[in-house]
Every structure is written in C-alpha cells, then in structure tokens.
C-alpha cells in the first residue's frame, strides 16, 4: 500500500465514522447520494454533457484561473526539483496542452478522489464540482 493509499484510506474511514451525524453542508455542491471523500461528494456521475453551456465557462474564463489559484504552486514548467513540492515532473498545469493530457486523472484527484490540491489553499466543493462540470463539457 502506498502511503498515499493509506491516508485515503485513513480518511475514508473516519468519514464513514462520522456519516448520519448531521446533514453535511459539503454535500450539498453534489449529489444526495454522492459519498463524501476528503470533504467534498465524489462525483462519480457526469456532471454535464459534451458540448453543454455550463454558464459560458472556458479554459480562459474559468480553467485556467482555477489552476493558477490552485495547482501551479507545485504543477508549474517553471519549478524543478524540490520547489515541486513532489509534485510528478511533467504534471505541469500551466502548459495548456499537457494539462489536457491528463484530464482524466486531473478530475479523479480534483471531483472523485479529492486528494488534489495536496495542501491548502483547497477549493471549495463548489468550485471542485465547477472544474469537473467544465471537463465534462468537453474543456471548452
Ligand atoms: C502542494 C503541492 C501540490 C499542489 C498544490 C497540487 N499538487 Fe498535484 N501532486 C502533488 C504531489 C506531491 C503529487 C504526487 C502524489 C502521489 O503520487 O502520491 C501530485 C500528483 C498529482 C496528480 C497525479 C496523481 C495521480 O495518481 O493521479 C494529479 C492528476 C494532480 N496532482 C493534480 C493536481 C491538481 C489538478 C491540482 C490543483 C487542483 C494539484 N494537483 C495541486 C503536489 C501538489
């Protein structure tokens, strides 16, 4: 087991200890019947489909933003080394391109998994769900 999967685990564990204690305010960005993991639902579900107005958010508008705030103090092509903070070498998020190369895991670690940012600043489970919807519609 990987550390990381132990600390998810570690996490789940104490999330499911706490469930039915009350109605949770971080599952209302989501579903009702989304498990709570790391705080937030785990949208499993699309949450828009190929080609939706999602409210006119883009990469430019919106992606791009959520990135800069929240990812690319470690993903970023202008940090090597130990000032990645661990981040993988070529997960950089600032590169348009490369970031649409991972889109798939980018939305396991921001909207399911919900172990991404790896420290805080986080997003919101609003602004988490924001992301997921945006690459769900495509990554206008
Ligand atoms: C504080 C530094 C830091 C920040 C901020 C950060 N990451 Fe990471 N990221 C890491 C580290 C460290 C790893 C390697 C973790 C591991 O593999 O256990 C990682 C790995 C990843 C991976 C690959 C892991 C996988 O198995 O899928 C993705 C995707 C990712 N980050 C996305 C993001 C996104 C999107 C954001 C912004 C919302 C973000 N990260 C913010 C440090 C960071």
């Given at each position: 087991?990987?550390?990381?999967?132990?600390?998810?685990?570690?996490?789940?564990?104490?999330?499911?200890?706490?469930?039915?204690?009350?109605?949770?305010?971080?599952?209302?960005?989501g579903p009702p019947d989304a498990r709570?993991?790391?705080?937030?639902?785990?949208?499993?579900?699309?949450?828009?489909?190929?080609?939706?107005?999602?409210?006119?958010?883009?990469?430019?508008?919106?992606?791009?933003?959520?990135?800069?705030?929240?990812?690319?103090?470690?993903?970023?092509?202008?940090?090597?080394?130990?000032?990645?903070?661990?981040?993988?070498?070529?997960?950089?998020?600032?590169?348009?391109?490369?970031?649409?190369?991972?889109?798939?895991?980018?939305?396991?670690?921001?909207?399911?998994a919900n172990f991404m940012p790896f420290?805080?600043?986080?997003?919101?489970?609003?602004?988490?769900?924001?992301?997921?919807?945006?690459?769900?519609?495509?990554?206008?």
């Amino acid at each position: 087991m990987t550390s990381r999967s132990w600390w998810l685990a570690a996490v789940a564990a104490s999330v499911a200890a706490c469930s039915g204690d009350d109605g949770g305010t971080a599952a209302d960005a989501g579903p009702p019947d989304a498990r709570i993991v790391n705080g937030c639902p785990a949208l499993e579900e699309p949450q828009a489909a190929p080609g939706d107005a999602i409210d006119g958010d883009t990469y430019v508008t919106f992606a791009m933003g959520f990135f800069s705030q929240h990812c690319i103090r470690c993903h970023s092509s202008t940090l090597a080394g130990a000032d990645r903070n661990g981040a993988p070498a070529g997960y950089n998020w600032d590169v348009e391109a490369t970031m649409r190369m991972h889109l798939a895991e980018i939305r396991n670690a921001v909207g399911v998994a919900n172990f991404m940012p790896f420290s805080g600043p986080q997003p919101t489970c609003a602004e988490r769900q924001r992301l997921v919807r945006w690459i769900d519609a495509d990554a206008p």
